[in-house]
């Protein structure tokens, strides 16, 4: 079984800048979150997607982050403008049905 | 107060030794506990749940929990250097109905040869 897959793995940029980061879940995994991992800190959800719909993105800095789930699988995360204090890893999960996650590889994101 | 706290270490012990990880959680809501590994520019890998009350055995690695004392922790026996990484805590409030992970900050377990 394939596990959850993400890109691009690192990404460099000035601040002000936009990016975007990409997740494809676990097949068949219709819950999927994002999370924000800053050095030396544990990973901080940003948003939660139980299939297309939104469940919880009470942490997204909704002024420059945006998250969508088109058709109930893949994902997208986009920030616009980004600055430093972005610079971080993020991290996509998946879930099942059960309550354990999968983490994907990553995307390590530098601004500066 | 942090939802979820950890001694973010390092924590080092000696190779064959136990290594003892500990975390506590301010809501008493929480109903299922996780602990996930993190070696260095990796994700996070989940080692055990645990639900109940009591102790949880997987191999070398036990769980406790203690709801009344909001505390729980994990036990690494006979510990090797490949153990070495960061554990994290991780506390869900909705019980089997997938839901929001809060993560504490993680502890570095370092493992002496």
């Known amino acids: 079984e394939a596990g959850v897959a993400q890109s691009p793995r690192y990404k460099i940029i000035e601040k002000r800048q936009s990016v975007a980061f990409w997740c494809n879940p676990i097949s068949g995994h219709a819950t999927l979150y994002w999370y924000q991992q800053i050095l030396g800190q544990g990973p901080k959800l940003l948003i939660q997607?139980?299939?297309?719909?939104?469940?919880?993105d009470s942490q997204l800095p909704k002024d420059r982050f945006s998250a969508e789930r088109l058709k109930g699988v893949d994902s997208t995360l986009k920030i616009q403008p980004a600055k430093l204090e972005d610079s971080a890893v993020y991290l996509c999960?998946?879930?099942?049905?059960?309550?354990?996650?999968?983490f994907g590889p990553g995307t390590r994101l530098l601004v500066l | 107060q942090k939802e979820v706290e950890q001694n973010s270490g390092p924590l080092s012990v000696p190779e064959g030794a136990i290594a003892s990880l500990n975390c506590t959680y301010s809501d008493r809501g929480s109903q299922s506990f996780f602990w996930y590994r993190q070696y260095s520019g990796k994700s996070p890998e989940l080692i055990m749940f645990i639900y109940s009350n009591g102790d949880k055995e997987d191999g070398r690695f036990t769980a406790q929990l203690n709801k009344a004392s909001q505390y729980v922790s994990l036990l690494i026996r006979d510990s090797q250097p490949s153990d070495s990484a960061t554990y994290l805590c991780a506390v869900n409030t909705f019980y089997n109905q997938g839901g929001k992970l809060i993560f504490g900050q993680g502890t570095e377990l370092s493992v002496k040869p």
């Open positions: 999960a998946t879930a099942g049905g059960g309550e354990t996650q999968y």
């Open positions: 997607f139980q299939n297309n719909g939104v469940v919880d």
